[in-house]
């Protein structure tokens, strides 16, 4: 009996405490309203959270269901809701317009959702704008449809006018019944996009994809050309189906095949450049503590990280991120755009990136290192490097060899092993500061030459005994100094424009700043 | 005044007669005044006396000798001068003798200046007189544009929470405070924004601020607009990417703060012409959405954008459409 009393006590309270809360944190309003729509008008339908379901009927007006639900941490949170969440309607006959108003700012004490359900006559046109939702579908239309949101999925069915769906991260299915018989254009940054049509459907296809792949199980003829496709389903009649994606996969399926069904485009047609099969995959990343011997890696897309490689490595990448720890052997890195970084590079480094920084821990047989636009930082080079930057400072930490350093636009620092005596140097900046340090006993040619339009500008340096001399250039003034420091040794040369030179004759630490990673 | 002027005091009176014309408006004013008229007399041309005006005017002096009191002219004045000078002369000898750091040697023949890169904890030595100002006794607004030179940053006991920031103006001041203190935080923004001669000093600055502002508690909406402004209008790339990377460290506070912070990333991802800036932009916007932080219909546009560029570096439109990736219901 105890027993009993005790389960019907919890069930009760557990159904209070329900009900409680429930009135406590939520609410929901519906509405139901219609409006006289012309035959070839527009739909225009703005709610940025929420769902939207807009079919096409034989109907004369249009009906909107309106699901206003409300949350809040208290009533007075929830009546501000259901207050500032306002649905509005303007426009004419020709042109229907249904917005959900919201505050700009947003508040954490509560949020609202609006969910329509729009039945509409089916020539008209719809357009939805929107910015979070689970779906948005538009189905029955022959007027066309212009769909955009952020995240959530896009459906079209049955839509035999043009289409527009852009979407960030949802998915699109597109589905025109048919042959489609009007320009479509599909893009998702992050989604996938899957045009289902029926067999013997003909149309023209252009896809575009980064990371994703072009699949299907229809018969399709065209051409790669990069991350493009261009070519057409069944003989490539008819309307034009444009389909972007940066990141996810494009399918056209036979209606009621599944994607698991298909094949690559990529494995069917050749490529514009070679003729040949393209690769069946753009995204490949390797991550690996250890390569046992040496490491070559090609990849369209994708990361690389080794923590070690006791061979050569070799890497290519389109566009991606290249971490390499350890290498033994020679180390040839070419990335298109992405950082690089290197631990303790044994062999000779070959660095070269489109965008990205450049950090190297130790280059201990030297090297060449680019970047189209990045810092360059070199903790310890064991030899001679070559270093160049299209812009972005370049630091030599500790040099044991001669460096031969250019940027388009930073400072270069570059600062000398202190045993080191003589090395040939080359710094040259078009916008920045050079900086040398060197110990006091390093014997070289100066050749330093800084061109600016500051009249306060100086070359500083430790050594005495330099000749300067001083002229016009057009509307700069060219500050040239050279001799020979401690007898004379090799070449060095340092070329600033509108920045200072400064040349230290002491073993200076150098502040690597930012840290490094 | 006109002692101070005409450097005839101690350095104790100088520095007590500095310390009242700062509290003192009027005195503050006169001061001014004085300095200004002083420096227009200098700058007058010496222009010789015709003969006939100097004798007439000895002739109508010279009867009147005898009665007039004669005018003796306090030595101190002259004479401490001379010492001042050579004590500094004798000083800035002394230093530059004994230094191992740099010594600058002007273009037109060797001169020694005092410039050198402030180590921290290492003690300050200036041929020009210091001056030390708590930052809570300045006010925080900078009149006109100063001319500040040679900046260093200064945080001696770094467990006590104060900073010093040091500069020369018409003479070399240390301004000491905590990092939170409105006239340190309107100092730093000047530096940041308005030292154009020198990209290393404002790199140095920006990395300065990094340290000292990432942490939350000295979070500043002014030291982000100040590097959203750098990071805007800087045309040195290896100083904007310092920007962009101190931008996305800085600890979002404040509202203001975070969507100064988010326009300017947005605004180097569209504009930047540097690929590393747009690629640093673009992380740091990654970032942010990761986080939790709300991005708005601007930041969504340009990334979209960025992601659908065809002609823009792969490696940002992939960041691009990762960033994109993370935004979630706001």
Known sequence: MTRTIRCVATVVALFCATAASAAKFGTTERFVREFRLNTNGTLWIDNPFGNVEIVGGNVANVTVRAQKTVTGIDDAAIREALDQTQLTTTGSPQTLIIRTLLPAARTERWMSVVHYAVSVPSTVHVKISSQMSDRLRVANVSGGANIKNVNGAIVIENVTG????????????????????????????????????????????????????????????GRMSGTTFRGGINGSRGATITTATMMGNVFVLKKGTKAEQTQSVRSIVGTAAAGGVGPAILVKSFHATLVDGDFTFNTPLGNVSVGQVRGRARVTTRAGEVGLGIVLGECTVTSFGGPLSFGDIVGFLNARTSAGDVVINSARAGGFAATDGGMIRVLHAGAAMTLRSGGGDILVANANGSINAETRSGDVTITVAPQVRRSPIYAKTSQGNVVLNVSPQFAADIDATLITADEDAEIRSDFAGLAVRRDQVGQKTRIRFTGKVNGGGDRVELFAEDGTIQITGESRPVVISPSLP | ??????????????????????????????????????????????????????????????????????????????????????????????????????VRLAPRGAAVTAAQPMMQGQPVYSIAETRVLPAASMSPNIEGRPDIENVQFVDADPRDGQIGVAFDVTQHVTVTGSPADKSVVRLLSYVLQNDPKSSTARSQAIDWVRQTYSEPRYANPEITQALASVLHNEQHEGVRIRAVDTLQKLPPKFTSSGDATREALIDALKNDPNPSVRIKAVEALARMANSGQSLDQAAVDTLRQKAAQGDENLYVRVKAAEALSKIGPR
């Open chain 1, 162 to 221: 043009p289409v527009v769906a852009d979407t960030v991260n949802g998915d699109i299915t597109y589905d025109p019944s048919g042959s489609p018989t009007n320009g479509v254009q599909l893009s998702s940054v992050n989604g996938q996009i899957e045009v289902a049509v029926t067999p013997e459907a003909s149309f023209q296809w252009i896809g575009k994809t980064i990371r994703g792949d072009f699949r299907t199980n229809l018969p399709v003829s």
């Open chain 2, 1 to 102: 005044m006109p002692l101070l002027l005409t450097w005839s005091l101690d350095a104790a009176g100088r520095e007590a007669a500095h310390r009242h014309i700062e509290t003192c408006p009027e005195c503050h004013e006169e001061w001014l005044s004085m300095k200004d008229t002083w420096q227009v007399l200098a700058d007058l041309p010496q222009v010789d006396v015709p003969p006939h005006v100097r004798d007439r005017f000895l002739a109508a002096a010279l009867p009147q000798q005898a009665v007039v009191i004669p005018f003796r002219r306090r030595p101190a004045a002259r004479w401490l001068a001379q010492a001042a000078a050579v004590v500094v002369l004798a000083g800035g000898a002394y230093f530059a003798g004994q230094r191992t750091a740099p």
